[in-house]
């Protein structure tokens, strides 16, 4: 009787997270299929068919990885933004990355790469507080005063950056840049899942704002 008595708890502890894991995976999926589906149309990977813009939105990463060896991620949304600004599909690019840290500058070491393939330094706009990519997509909008923009990142980062920018009802599109092979990126593509899921929550549940905004800068072109 007693060892039923200490079985009980468990056997309901273990009942509940079945479910509550079931759940959360449900809305997990479910936010990622809403988010791929509802921004499909406005991703491109053919540069003569995507719309122009005057300014893009270059989306962060690291330059280098942990181990010292260079990142493909950011390697080929440079390359996707050079290639998209020679084009003349947009003018002008807003780099926008993560420098919470001194001697970290996603934003200056977007801006350098770019200047290295031919981009002006004149037609790049630097944005040091794109910690997270609604940060990004917000800050955009409120502080850079853009509602027509093209987003350059990896497809799976545009889907979700696009998401973000239709629930503020901007005028956006995106160049998808170059997969990286899936042996570099597994780490990467499970912690988007979450993302996506996360990314439904700051919009619908919480509100969630950037951590800065600040005072409007106007970007010539």
């Not at 010292?68 to 003018?91: P, V």
């Not at 031919?118 to 997509?137: E, N």
């Amino acid at each position: 009787m007693i060892k039923k008595l200490k079985a009980l708890p468990f056997k309901k502890i273990f009942k509940w997270s079945f479910i509550l894991a079931i759940f959360s995976s449900s809305l997990i999926v479910s936010s990622n299929y809403w988010i791929i589906k509802s921004t499909a149309s406005q991703l491109h990977t053919d540069i003569l068919k995507i719309p122009s813009n005057n300014v893009a939105i270059l989306l962060g990463a690291s330059k280098t990885l942990r181990n010292g060896s260079e990142n493909l991620f950011f390697k080929y949304r440079i390359e996707a933004a050079a290639e998209l600004y020679r084009s003349g599909k947009i003018k002008h690019i807003i780099v926008s990355g993560d420098n919470s840290k001194k001697e970290y500058d996603e934003a200056t070491d977007m801006e350098n790469s770019l200047i290295a393939l031919g981009v002006p330094d004149s037609c790049i706009t630097k944005d040091y507080a794109g910690f997270r990519t609604l940060d990004s997509m917000v800050r955009c909008l409120k502080i850079f005063g853009q509602n027509n923009i093209t987003v350059i990142s990896q497809k799976f980062h545009n889907q979700r950056a696009v998401f973000i920018g239709n629930y503020y009802d901007m005028n956006v599109v995106a160049f998808n840049a170059k997969d990286v092979p899936d042996y570099f990126s597994l780490k990467v593509r499970f912690r988007e899942y979450i993302a996506k899921f996360k990314a439904v929550l700051d919009l619908y549940i919480f509100h969630t704002q950037p951590k800065f905004l600040g005072e409007e800068v106007k970007i010539k072109i």
